[in-house]
């Protein structure tokens, strides 16, 4: 049986280019309460990179037999810090897609040598989230099936452009509040939001896919919503897209 394995590099916008895409995230976002100096970063000047590229990584991933026949897939997130020396780190698994398949992409992950991040010219170490999707491979009817549903829905995970921000990651920064009562109670937590832009870049519809409190899931939905877009383009149209972005709330 053929795996396909996909991977996404958050933070560094690394993008399997031969392999069937999943959706692209935005780089993590991370919003301090607090501003202080710390020796692990959520940004950089320059993001990590897996030497030899996305191939690197894709070597490293085995599709669990086990897990395979009994037809798991699914999406692992992954968080590691990489060193100055672009060795990872701690590495944790922060949405689970199956146990088998969390111990695959923690495995690969590593096995995997970075180029390390750079801030202010120095090398630094970076916290990074990579989703590592594990889907079986279909037959053509399946294949036909599916593509027949997206043209209904008219909604694509995959586009030649993908929506941007506006602005920036800066501009989605500054239209997150962190909740004061949450921030009081020392509520901390990453949410993931799930956002369909629309072909003039507007906002369709936004959910929260996996939240982290009620407080903060609220003000990173209120903070989306609030941010204007490019739209996504495929085949030299423009077309609705549905990404997934992810808002993390620290305290510091």
């Keep these: 049986m053929k795996y396909l394995i996909i991977f996404i590099l958050l933070g560094g916008g690394l993008l399997a280019q031969d392999a069937i895409k999943t959706i692209l995230p935005e780089p993590e976002l991370a919003l301090l309460a ?8 959520t940004e950089a000047d320059v993001m990590p990179m897996p030497e030899g ?3 690197a990584i894709m070597k490293n991933v085995i599709y669990p037999k086990e897990a395979a026949k009994a037809g798991k897939e699914g999406i692992v997130f992954v968080s590691t810090i990489i060193n100055e020396k672009g060795e990872p780190g701690s590495i944790s698994v922060e949405k689970s897609a199956d146990k088998l398949l969390d111990e695959a992409a923690v495995s690969a992950i590593r096995k995997t040598k970075f180029t390390p991040g750079q801030k202010n010219g120095k090398n630094v170490r970076v916290k990074i989230t990579i989703p590592v999707s594990f889907k079986l491979s279909k037959d053509k009817k399946t294949q ?3 593509t027949d549903k997206e043209s209904k829905n008219d909604i694509l995970t995959e586009a030649d452009k993908m929506p941007e921000i506006i602005g920036g990651m800066e501009a989605l920064l500054k239209a997150v509040v962190y909740p004061v009562s949450a921030k009081n109670a020392g509520i901390q937590g990453k949410v993931f939001v799930s956002v369909v832009i629309g072909e003039n870049g507007k ?9 982290a409190h009620p407080e903060l899931d609220a003000a990173a939905l209120a903070a989306i919503n609030k941010t204007s877009f490019t739209p996504g383009e495929h085949n030299g149209k423009k077309v609705k897209v549905k990404i997934v972005i ?3 709330f620290r305290l510091q």
């Design 203 to 211: 906002i369709l519809s936004s959910e929260v896919i996996k939240g």
């Design 53 to 55: 590229g996305i191939e």
């Design 34 to 41: 607090e501003s202080s100096d710390t020796t692990v970063y």
């Design 246 to 248: 992810p808002v993390q």
């Design 144 to 146: 036909k099936d599916d």
